[in-house]
Structures are given as C-alpha cells and as structure tokens.
C-alpha cells in the first residue's frame, strides 16, 4: 500500500485518480472506478472534486 496519495504513471484511465485512491487506500481500482461513475448519477460536486485531486494529486516520479 503506498503511504503518500499520488497519481500512478501505468494503469490509468483518464488522470490516475481513482488508481491513485485505490492504491492509497488498498482498494481495487476497477470499483473505485466503478463507484465514481455511478455516484456520478447522484446530484453532487463528483466531477468537481475529481478535478481538484487531479490538480493536486501529484504525479508519481516513476
């Protein structure tokens, strides 16, 4: 499990949020994912929020 919150480099699908989540978090990417897209269907800051972490997630180095 990675200690910091980063964006992966490998094994993403738009910005790495959601694999960045996931390993933080020893989640599964796939249902991070997953649960991003359907509480997308909920009213709420969802896209909003992804965009903020993509700006303030840094980048993994490797």
């Not at 980063?6 to 959601?18: E, F, K, L």
């Amino acid at each position: 499990m990675a200690t910091t919150l980063t964006r992966p480099r490998h094994g993403t699908v738009i910005a790495g949020v959601c694999a960045g989540l996931a390993e933080r978090f020893g989640w599964n990417p796939n249902m991070v994912r997953l649960v991003f897209l359907l509480s997308c269907l909920l009213p709420g800051p969802q896209f909003v929020i992804y965009l903020v972490l993509w700006i303030l997630m840094p980048r993994r180095p490797y």
